[in-house]
């Protein structure tokens, strides 16, 4: 079945060093793509997005890369810093396949570890 | 605003007893979620409610029920605990059905069962 998944289960960086986490999709058809943060003992939490029609999308420090040929999605972290250790998740929404609605498929994360 | 809320944090239960996890949206949000997340996993979901007054089955519905009481509360129940139910679940929240709504989550009940 159609999935989304992540490349690397852990990243290390330096802190000020830039970070890029990346995503593997399978459903040609998704238009909508997410970036959850998720801190220990806390839930998601909103990143950024991106529409299937735009390549790039840029937010304060991160940013998204979209590239549909490929079907690959990274995240971007500027100047990573110690509050960004977190797992970090991508979602898509399937929105022409699943009829519509808000249904989001997750991939399994990648734990973002950001060393002094 | 609180947000997305959750009760309880966490929950232990025995093999066979029922519990119902509660959540409560302050956002004026139309639609609610319900998640689960194993360990190691992404989130999976177990049930939506589009608007007040439906639900629907989201990827993974098996041994729950939910009930939209209002526009605020989803609440999800599980009527025979399994110790494969053990997780994290999660509630959600977002405007609407489009899919370029931001989905907000609450923090999280922990259950475990035995």
């Known amino acids: 079945g159609e999935s989304v998944g992540l490349h690397l289960p852990t990243l290390s960086v330096q802190e000020g060093d830039n970070s890029i986490i990346n995503c593997a999709y399978s459903?040609?058809?998704?238009?909508?793509f997410i970036w959850y943060k998720q801190e220990s003992g806390k839930g998601p939490q909103f990143i950024i997005d991106?529409?299937?029609?735009?390549d790039k999308r840029q937010g304060q420090r991160v940013t998204v890369l979209l590239n549909k040929t490929v079907k690959h999605l990274s995240l971007q972290i500027a100047a990573t810093q110690p509050g960004d250790s977190a797992v970090y998740f991508c979602a898509e929404n399937p929105w022409i396949l699943t009829g519509g609605g808000n249904k989001l498929t997750f991939g399994t994360g990648t734990q973002l570890k950001v060393e002094l | 605003n609180a947000g997305v809320t959750q009760t309880p944090k966490f929950q232990v239960l025995k093999t066979g007893q029922s519990m119902t996890l509660q959540c409560a949206q302050d956002?004026?949000?139309?639609?609610m979620y319900w998640y689960r997340q194993d360990p190691g996993m992404g989130l999976r979901l177990i049930y939506y409610s589009a608007s007040e007054g439906t639900t629907d089955k989201g990827e993974v519905p098996n041994g729950y029920n939910v009930s939209r009481l209002n526009k605020r509360e989803f609440s999800l129940r599980l009527e025979s605990a399994a110790p494969s139910q053990t997780s994290v679940y999660f509630c959600?929240?977002?405007?609407?059905?489009?899919?370029?709504?931001?989905?907000?989550f609450g923090p999280g009940t922990r259950l475990t069962v035995l």
């Open positions: 991106i529409r299937s029609n735009m």
């Open positions: 459903n040609s058809a998704s238009d909508y």
């Open positions: 956002m004026n949000h139309n639609s």
């Open positions: 959600a929240s977002s405007g609407g059905q489009g899919a370029g709504e931001k989905q907000y």
